[in-house]
C-alpha cells in the first residue's frame, strides 16, 4: 500500500486532478460504466445476496446514479471560489473562500450496501480533486469484483481498489492518507482512529447503533406498521439506520402488533391457498452463516411471536415480544431482521433511559402530541417523523452520526464539502491600508480599538 499511496500522491501533485474539465469528465465516465455494467451488479447482488432487482436499483445503483447526477450538474458551482465580505480594519480588502481538494483519499465501504456505500462517497472524493484507494469488502465478493472490473479503466494511480489482497487488507489503515472515510463498525472505527491518530488524518466516519422507533398513543397504527416493517426488514435488516427496536406506548401495543404481523405476512410471505408458509424467493440473505448464530442467540428464551427460524445464510423476519431494556437483545447493535418489541407509559422515562445508552444513528418517532419534545430532547445523527429511513434520500439534508454512531456527514452538497477543504484568502490592497495597527499606540487608537469591539 505504500507504494500505491506514493504513486497516487505523486500524481496528484502533478495538479492533473484540479481543473473543472477533468473532474467532470471522470464523474460522466463513471456514470455510464455504471451504466455499462448494471446487469452484472444485479447478478452479483443476487449471488451475494439473493437480492431483487427492485431492490437493487431502488437502494444500490438508483441512490448512486442519483447523487452523480447532482454532482454533474452542481459541479462548477460548487468548485468556484466563493467572494465574502471584510471588515473594516481591512480596509481595503477582499475575501475569499477557496476549495481545494485534500489529496490522496481512503475510502472504506462497508458489506451490507456495497455498492453504493462505496461508489458513493468515492465520486464525491473525485468531484472535490482528490485520488481515491477504494476498499471493498471481502465479505460481497461477486460484488466486489464487478466494481473492481468496473473501475479498472482508470489509472491506479488515480482510483485504486482492493478487496481480495491479504496483505493491502492488514497495510491499508498504516498508511499516511490526506483524508479517510470509513463506513462500518464501530470497534473498527476506533482501530483506525488509535493508527491514525499520530498522523492527524481528517476522517469521517459513518457507524450505526441502536436506532429507537417510538410509537405513541396518538401514532396511526396501520401506517406506522407498515413503514416500521418495511424499514426493518429491508436488505434482511442489514441496515445501519434501520428501525433497531420498537418502544410502544403501551395501551396501542396489541393492535399494533397485529398490524406489523399482517404487514410481515404480506410483504415477505407467499400468498395464496397453500398450507405452507414460506419466505418470498427474493427475501435477501444475511452476510455470513454467523451473522445468522448471532441472531438466533437472541431468540433463545425470548417471546418469539413471529419467525426465529432460520436455513442456511436465510432468517425469516422475526418479532421479540416483551423485550426489556436489559435483556441481551438491547446490548448490542442487532443489524438483522429481529426487531424487539418494548412499552413505555411514561415519556420522560423512556428519554431518560435514551440518554443513559449512546447517540444512535437514527432515531424514530410515530405520533404527534410528544413529536417537538423527542426531537429536541434526544440526540441522534438524523431521523423522521411518521416515516422510517427515509430521510436519508434527501440530497438537501445530510446524512451523518454524532457520538457511537459517527462523525461527518454527506450527501448532496455536503458529499462534495466532506472531501474539500475551505481555505479563506484575504486579498489587501498593496497600497493603501488603515495604520490602526501599527506603532505608536496612542491613547486615540487605544480609543478607536475599545469602540470597535464595543467595550
Known amino acids: 500500500m505504500e507504494e500505491i499511496i506514493k504513486r497516487q500522491r505523486e500524481y496528484f501533485n502533478t495538479g492533473a486532478t484540479l481543473n473543472y474539465k477533468f473532474r467532470i469528465n471522470q464523474l460522466k465516465c463513471i456514470k455510464n460504466l455504471i451504466?455499462?455494467?448494471?446487469?452484472?451488479?444485479?447478478?452479483?447482488?443476487?449471488?451475494?445476496?439473493?437480492?431483487?432487482?427492485?431492490?437493487?436499483?431502488?437502494?444500490?445503483?438508483?441512490?448512486?446514479?442519483?447523487?452523480?447526477d447532482y454532482l454533474i450538474s452542481h459541479l462548477k458551482s460548487l468548485m468556484r471560489p466563493k467572494r465574502k465580505c471584510t471588515s473594516v480594519i481591512n480596509f481595503p480588502s477582499k475575501g475569499y473562500i477557496v476549495p481545494e481538494p485534500y489529496g490522496v483519499v481512503?475510502?472504506?465501504?462497508?458489506?451490507?450496501y456495497p455498492f453504493q456505500l462505496s461508489i458513493l462517497p468515492m465520486i464525491g472524493a473525485i468531484a472535490?480533486?482528490?485520488?481515491v484507494i477504494l476498499k471493498l469488502s471481502a465479505n460481497t465478493p461477486n460484488i466486489s469484483a464487478v466494481i473492481s472490473s468496473m473501475l479498472s479503466s482508470f489509472p491506479q494511480e488515480y482510483i485504486y481498489t482492493t478487496w481480495d489482497n491479504l496483505s493491502e487488507r492488514e497495510q491499508l489503515f498504516e498508511g499516511k492518507y490526506d483524508y479517510i472515510f470509513y463506513t462500518g463498525s464501530t470497534g473498527v472505527a476506533r482501530t483506525l482512529m488509535e493508527k491514525q491518530g499520530r498522523n492527524i488524518v481528517p476522517v469521517t466516519l459513518e457507524l450505526g447503533g441502536k436506532s429507537p422507533c417510538i410509537i405513541d398513543r396518538d401514532a396511526n397504527i396501520d401506517k406506522s406498521a407498515k413503514r416500521v416493517v418495511w424499514g426493518k426488514f429491508l436488505n434482511a435488516g442489514q441496515t445501519c439506520v434501520a428501525p433497531d427496536y420498537v418502544v410502544i406506548e403501551r395501551s396501542i401495543k396489541e393492535k399494533w402488533l397485529e398490524s406489523a404481523l399482517y404487514y410481515i405476512?404480506?410483504?415477505?410471505?407467499?400468498?395464496?391457498?397453500?398450507?405452507?408458509?414460506?419466505?418470498?424467493?427474493?427475501?435477501?440473505?444475511?452476510v455470513t452463516r454467523k451473522s445468522v448464530d448471532r441472531l438466533l442467540d437472541f431468540c433463545n428464551n425470548a417471546m418469539v411471536l413471529c419467525g426465529g427460524r432460520a436455513a442456511g445464510r436465510l432468517m425469516e423476519p422475526?418479532?421479540?415480544?416483551?423485550?426489556?431494556?436489559?435483556?441481551?437483545?438491547?446490548?448490542?447493535?442487532?443489524?438483522g431482521p429481529v426487531l424487539p418489541i418494548l412499552t413505555f407509559d411514561d415519556i420522560d422515562d423512556m428519554t431518560?433511559?435514551?440518554?443513559?445508552?449512546?447517540?444512535?444513528?437514527?432515531?424514530?418517532?410515530?405520533?404527534?402530541?410528544?413529536?417537538?419534545?423527542?426531537?429536541?430532547?434526544?440526540?441522534?445523527?438524523?431521523?423522521?417523523?411518521?416515516?422510517?429511513?427515509?430521510?436519508?434520500?434527501?440530497?438537501?439534508?445530510?446524512?451523518?452520526?454524532?457520538?457511537?454512531?459517527g462523525m461527518g456527514s454527506y450527501h448532496g452538497r455536503k458529499t462534495f464539502d466532506t472531501f474539500t477543504h475551505y481555505k479563506s484568502v484575504l486579498s489587501k490592497n498593496a497600497l493603501?491600508?488603515?495604520?490602526?495597527?501599527?506603532?505608536?499606540?496612542?491613547?486615540?487608537?487605544?480609543?478607536?480599538?475599545?469602540?470597535?469591539?464595543?467595550?
Not at 128 to 131: E, F, P, S
Not at 375 to 380: A, G, K, T, V
Open 318 to 335: 422475526t418479532i421479540i415480544n416483551d423485550v426489556s431494556f436489559d435483556d441481551p437483545v438491547m446490548k448490542e447493535e442487532i443489524f
Open 352 to 405: 431518560r433511559q435514551f440518554h443513559s445508552m449512546e447517540k444512535p444513528l437514527a432515531l424514530y418517532y410515530f405520533g404527534r402530541r410528544n413529536r417537538d419534545r423527542i426531537i429536541s430532547s434526544c440526540s441522534f445523527g438524523g431521523g423522521c417523523v411518521n416515516d422510517t429511513i427515509m430521510h436519508l434520500t434527501e440530497q438537501n439534508m445530510p446524512f451523518g452520526g454524532v457520538g457511537h454512531s
Open 432 to 455: 493603501y491600508e488603515l495604520s490602526l495597527k501599527y506603532q505608536p499606540y496612542t491613547p486615540f487608537k487605544l480609543k478607536l480599538t475599545k469602540k470597535y469591539f464595543g467595550l
Open 106 to 112: 481512503l475510502v472504506v465501504a462497508p458489506w451490507n
Open 265 to 286: 405476512d404480506y410483504f415477505y410471505y407467499e400468498q395464496g391457498t397453500d398450507a405452507v408458509r414460506r419466505l418470498k424467493e427474493d427475501f435477501p440473505w444475511l
Open 128 to 131: 472535490a480533486g482528490n485520488t
Open 35 to 68: 451504466t455499462e455494467y448494471q446487469s452484472d451488479i444485479v447478478e452479483a447482488f443476487g449471488k451475494d445476496y439473493n437480492k431483487c432487482e427492485f431492490d437493487v436499483y431502488s437502494t444500490e445503483i438508483g441512490m448512486t446514479v442519483h447523487e452523480l
